[in-house]
């Protein structure tokens, strides 16, 4: 974050202005900014700042989950699977993107890489100072 901040600074960075014209074509990969900047954020701030209705995050953790809870797989997809399936959704990719986020959320299942529910934590009982432990 701190070299962003430097880099946005001195004028590395592109403004609002120069990253919609940086963006305005349409490709297949998403452009990197800078190093260490990489697809994943770019699709995000092309979803969040430019505002583009048809960005879908192939790496997104959180829509391929959603993906697998929605479609009933076991699995998650690859990225190359995921894209494929997602021409189906263009030109509005990004909604299905958001659909997918709010389907792996409402399912309550944890940011990890296996697809389970996540377990609720029970309070345990306190022991009983009156019994002896054996």
């Known amino acids: 974050m701190k070299d962003l901040a430097q880099k946005t600074i001195e004028g590395i960075v592109p403004t609002l202005e120069q990253a919609e014209k940086t963006f305005r074509r ?11 900047i990489g697809a994943w954020t770019v699709e995000m701030f092309l979803i969040f ?6 960005v879908l995050p192939i790496h997104d953790l959180g829509v391929k989950k959603g993906w697998s809870v929605t479609y009933g797989k076991k699995h998650m997809p690859k990225p190359m699977e995921l894209l494929a399936f997602g021409e189906r959704w263009r030109p509005y990719r990004t909604v299905a993107s958001w659909y997918m986020w709010r389907a792996f959320e409402r399912a309550g299942y944890k940011a990890t890489n296996k697809i389970r529910p996540a377990k609720v934590r029970r309070k345990r009982k306190p022991a009983n100072p009156k019994r002896p432990h054996r």
Do not use: E, F, V, Y
């Not at 349409?26 to 260490?36: E, G, Q, W």
């Not at 700042?49 to 048809?54: A, M, T, V």
């Open 26 to 36: 349409r490709t297949r990969r998403a452009p990197r900014l800078r190093p260490r």
């Open 49 to 54: 700042r430019l505002g583009r209705p048809d």
